[in-house]
């Protein structure tokens, strides 16, 4: 600041030196040293405020004020720089211009300037202030734009066709970037993994745990068998490398595509669905805490058998707790009424566009709040769906 000053009394030694001089260079000296008195008590002021009685009143409004916070603070350095004004008129008046307060006039006159360039100044801050807060938007849009490239690189499009099983899921984005993700991968033999979660945040810090999950799982996928064993990696993993405390609902299951039995763990998830052929339901909630809290948290392993024409529906909080104008939340009877509403033949894509049709007709125009994440395994019937059960047996399992 001690050296910035002189600058600053530069451009208005000049305006003034133009304004009132008659007599060359000595209107422009003089002008410019009246100038630097003011830059100096000014900027003095202004540092002492800015240091020590802004961050007091941040304190004592942050609760009370809230947005109003920012004119306040407008409105105190408005009354600082003028005071200031004055009290650089005093020193000059009292030192080395006795006659520069010496009239009523004058007194106005500095008064009138006063208020000019410090309505000027106010207008070069906030404008100042704009750019700032336009930029960090721009910041904030390409960090969103970010996680959604990073989120959608780990979402699988293709899915496996499976002997006797179709399986599919869909995640619908919101404007903000959830951790959602789900993924199909194969465990070897005639097994293969289903696995959906939940990352607790948003932007790029939620999407880069995603990615992690994903990695850990994919990486167990071969030589772990139990589902249980592989939440207690993954959650080791969480506690332990990320730098700040992050979590995740995870539901994992184990599907033996020959015996049609699915085993499962659940880490804090909404409970997955079982839609039994006979018009029955089974939860799927056996497990233990959300991935990433407890250090040697213990899961829990359960199994169950599937059937022919049995449906199996996993989603996130995104599809439960879609809130419609009045606040009220989709819910999991909705849910399950959405999907005993549609025909059992039904392939598993259109069984989660008949459950994302309800979501949306609930929501009646309103953007969800957070992603929403379907993935639907459907156990074909070779009675009901011959055609569907062949072209299922016939097609080739993709690389892992």
Wanted: a negative charge.
């Amino acid at each position: 600041m001690l050296w910035m000053m002189p600058l600053w009394a530069i451009p208005f030694g000049l305006f003034f030196g133009t304004l009132f001089g008659a007599n060359g260079l000595a209107a422009y000296r003089d002008a410019y040293e009246v100038s630097l008195v003011y830059s100096y008590t000014i900027g003095i002021l202004l540092w002492v405020t800015d240091s020590f009685v802004a961050p007091r009143l941040r304190l004592e409004l942050a609760n009370t004020v809230g947005k109003q916070g920012f004119w306040v603070h407008g409105l105190l350095y408005a009354g600082v720089a003028i005071f200031g004004s004055f009290l650089a008129a005093a020193i000059l008046h009292f030192t080395i211009s006795p006659s520069f307060l010496g009239t009523p006039r004058e007194f106005v006159m500095v008064g009138l300037f006063a208020l000019l360039f410090t309505a000027l100044i106010s207008g070069v801050v906030y404008a100042m202030v704009f750019y700032r807060h336009a930029i960090d938007r721009v910041r904030s849009e390409q960090e969103l734009n970010l996680a959604r490239r990073i989120q959608r690189s780990f979402l699988l499009t293709q899915f496996p066709a499976l002997p006797g099983l179709e399986v599919h899921a869909v995640n619908v984005s919101s404007k903000q970037v959830s951790g959602d993700f789900y993924d199909v991968v194969p465990a070897g033999g005639d097994a293969f993994l289903l696995a959906i979660a939940d990352v607790a945040g948003k932007g790029v810090p939620a999407a880069l745990l995603t990615s992690m999950l994903q990695a850990s799982l994919r990486t167990q996928a071969h030589t772990t068998p139990s589902v249980a064993q592989m939440l207690c990696n993954i959650n080791h993993l969480i506690y332990r490398s990320t730098a700040v405390q992050q979590f995740a609902t995870f539901f994992l299951a184990r599907i033996d595509e020959r015996a049609l039995r699915l085993s499962y763990s659940n880490a804090g998830h909404n409970y997955p669905v079982v839609f039994r052929a006979s018009g029955s339901m089974v939860e799927l909630a056996r497990g233990g805490t959300m991935v990433g809290i407890l250090e040697d948290a213990a899961y829990e392993e359960d199994a169950i058998d599937l059937a022919p024409g049995d449906r199996v529906v996993f989603y996130t909080d995104g599809i439960s707790e879609a809130a419609n104008a009045a606040g009220e939340l989709f819910g999991e009877e909705r849910l399950h009424a959405a999907v005993r509403a549609l025909p059992l033949g039904l392939a598993a894509r259109d069984v989660i566009e008949g459950i994302l049709a309800a979501v949306r007709a609930h929501l009646d125009g309103i953007e969800p709040g957070d992603d929403m994440t379907l993935m639907v395994l459907r156990v074909l019937d070779p009675v009901a769906d011959p055609g569907g059960a062949a072209a299922a047996a016939a097609a080739p399992h993709p690389p892992s």
